[in-house]
């Protein structure tokens, strides 16, 4: 079973950065696949951008696509989640998760693992 944690969420205005960070720990090598989902108020939790551990390959939903980035380190157990020129609809609790699944998954039953979540709020 592997346990995440992330951090790095905060408050930042409109056109802003931010880069959260998700520490794996535990049986990190049974997650083929780490992924980065946000739940907004009264909104259902949506796929944000998901990493193979091993050939580092990416996959982002649309409204992220050229300004956010995903990126791992191995050899710290770590994910991390670049986001640049954030708008208010990014804000959300964001969350970090793990799939065992061979293929990339954008589906939350995908994910095996969950961290507990760190809020990013985008002032306009």
């Known amino acids: 079973q592997v346990q995440l944690v992330e951090s790095g969420g905060g408050l930042v205005q409109a056109g802003g950065s931010l880069r959260l960070s998700c520490a794996a720990s535990g049986r990190r090598f049974s997650s083929a696949i780490m992924g980065w989902f946000r739940q907004a108020p009264g909104k259902e939790r949506e796929f944000v951008a998901a990493?193979?551990?091993?050939?580092?390959?990416?996959n982002y939903t649309d409204s992220v696509k050229g300004r956010f980035t995903i990126s791992r380190d191995n050899a710290k157990n770590t994910v991390y989640l670049q986001m640049n020129s954030l708008k208010p609809e990014d804000t959300g609790v964001y969350y970090c998760?793990?799939?065992?699944?061979?293929?990339?998954?954008?589906?939350?039953?995908?994910?095996?693992?969950w961290g507990q979540g760190t809020q990013v709020t985008v002032s306009s």
């Open positions: 998760a793990a799939s065992g699944r061979t293929r990339t998954v954008v589906a939350v039953e995908g994910y095996d693992s």
């Open positions: 990493i193979r551990w091993s050939a580092g390959s990416t």
